[in-house]
């Protein structure tokens, strides 16, 4: 009698812990496990990491290295869009692009039938909408499905996220029950190419350019003070103006025509409109007529109640309740009410 073919899995892996927990499950799910690690910036240490804990589980692991392609795609996309006036989120351009983009080709190309992550968050077939959908972790404090929205339904249909069902305390105690070196390794908080939190650092230096300082103006055009320049500044910020100031005051928007940064006092903050462009659907089509949804508009924000439909060409999202700080460049992701991904778009 035929037995019936192993799954062949690549599982993407980093020297984190959470990559390395979700290389563990798989094998011991008994599938075929390979090993991948992409050489980006800065990272030639945990790939080191990754090659020998793969040859620790006896795992084949491979190094493809693409550090040119992420500095000009991520990096050089990330300091275009901030010295734009815009806040964008590079991780999720990096999942499509890097993450799932080249290892996914490369699952194409050599067999694979899964490309595996240490992301929290699931995947399951969905009767509702007929495809095999991304759905949020079982860890609501650890979940990412925020950053997978701009995954292709091709993409979808590779993913697979061996620690959806487990918190991080589970996942450590995995880790340091099988000798791991890196079981209480600290989780990185910052951007991979921004690890002191320095955004306007790194666009200048990619740029090589210098931005100017400039005037801190209300909304009605008095003018609070300078600003040193107008990339060291997102929307919401009050710590680190550095204005004496009778009340606490808001970025609330950076005019990149007139260099000017415009405070407000926190109410102003909030919006119940937004619109988006870039829209990529992935458990249905289309929208062809209003829809309730519910959307996050940062990662760290709670979904709110939304109505989402197209004008005229253009995406516009309206709240039940005022969000907080909406800001151009992030990312706004959809959800419907069983904690299904259904996509996103980015905020104008």
Excluded at 305 to 310: C, E, G
Aim: with cysteine; net charge neutral.
């Amino acid at each position: 009698m035929q037995t019936k073919e192993k799954k062949r899995v690549l599982c993407a892996i980093s020297g984190g812990v959470d990559s390395a927990v979700s290389m563990l499950i798989l094998k011991n799910e008994g599938l075929d496990v390979s090993s991948a690690t992409l050489l980006l910036c800065g990272n030639d240490a945990e790939a080191g990491d990754a090659k020998a804990l793969s040859a620790s589980l006896s795992i084949p692991h491979i190094l493809i290295e693409k550090k040119d392609y992420f500095e000009k795609e991520i990096i050089g996309s990330f300091a275009q869009k901030y010295a734009a006036g815009l806040t964008p989120n590079p991780c999720v351009e990096c999942n499509r692009k890097i993450k799932f983009g080249i290892l996914c080709e490369y699952a194409k190309e050599n067999g694979f039938d899964l490309v595996a992550t240490g992301h929290y968050a699931n995947t399951a077939f969905s009767e509702k909408y007929g495809r095999k959908v991304i759905k949020k972790a079982d860890d609501p404090k650890k979940d990412q499905s925020y950053v997978l929205w701009q995954l292709s339904r091709e993409q979808v249909e590779y993913a697979h996220f061996p620690l959806g069902s487990l918190d991080k305390s589970q996942v450590r105690e995995i880790a340091e029950n099988n000798g791991f070196v890196n079981a209480n390794k600290k989780d990185s908080q910052d951007i991979c190419f921004v690890p002191d939190g320095k955004y306007g650092d790194i666009v200048e230096n990619t740029l090589k350019k210098q931005f100017a300082p400039g005037k801190f103006v209300t909304e009605d055009g008095n003018v609070l003070g300078t600003h040193k320049g107008i990339i060291h500044y997102t929307i919401g910020q009050r710590k680190g103006l550095g204005l004496a100031l009778p009340a606490p005051l808001y970025v609330k928007e950076k005019r990149v025509d007139t260099n000017e940064v415009v405070l407000c006092p926190e109410e102003k903050l909030f919006s119940s409109v937004l619109f988006a462009k870039n829209i990529n659907l992935q458990a249905f089509d289309e929208i062809s007529a209003p829809l309730r949804i519910k959307v996050k508009t940062r990662y760290s924000a709670k979904e709110a109640d939304a109505v989402i439909q197209i004008e005229n060409g253009v995406t516009k999202i309206e709240f039940d309740t005022p969000q907080r700080a909406i800001t151009p460049g992030q990312s706004a992701v959809f959800y419907d009410d069983d904690g299904i991904l259904l996509g996103g778009g980015e905020i104008i």
